[in-house]
């Protein structure tokens, strides 16, 4: 009889684990679908409200790499003009950490680039999730990656040797 109990309570403790997990995980789809909705209108006040104070934005260009504040100074040119950029999540995966405070995804995206690769990192603090960390990448077919290296490496060179000058 303990047995019967305490497999039940088991699969009671796993179900309630199984459904609060769920319950995350559609809180951050709708938090991030929710961020790129508000890039797609150019609602700059929403898009960046969802951002953590400390985030980090990556971009596609080596040179992008901003804090939050720097992220918005580059943007709001873009939002003020009433087209920011579209971003439709067509993939995505959500995992948490044991204490579900942090989550972490990956999406592929169908943006005006083609697909993108996104990945982030969510905080939650009081009770509500913010975007810490975005990395965008676009991606590149394996039988085109020769001719992208012949197009970036001008551009890129220059970067290389500058930051490899700093180590």
């Not at 898009?47 to 918005?72: C, H, L, P, R, S």
């Not at 592929?108 to 009770?127: A, E, F, P, Y």
């Amino acid at each position: 009889m303990k047995k019967y109990i305490f497999f039940g309570l088991l699969n009671f403790y796993s179900l309630s684990f199984f459904a609060q997990n769920e319950s995350q995980k559609n809180d951050v789809n709708q938090l991030v679908d929710l961020w790129h909705k508000a890039a797609s209108e150019a609602n700059f006040k929403k898009y960046f409200d969802v951002m953590a104070d400390d985030a980090i934005f990556i971009g596609t260009d080596a040179t992008e790499y901003w804090n939050k504040q720097e992220f918005e100074n580059y943007a709001k040119p873009h939002f003020d003009k009433g087209k920011a950029w579209s971003f439709t999540t067509l993939e995505r995966h959500i995992y948490f950490d044991s204490t579900g405070n942090t989550a972490w995804f990956d999406e592929l995206l169908d943006t005006q680039m083609k697909i993108c690769r996104g990945s982030g990192v969510l905080v939650k603090t009081g009770g509500r999730w913010k975007i810490k960390h975005y990395v965008l990448s676009m991606t590149i077919p394996n039988e085109t990656s020769k001719s992208v290296i012949t197009i970036k490496s001008p551009i890129e060179q220059p970067i290389i040797t500058r930051l490899r000058s700093k180590s």
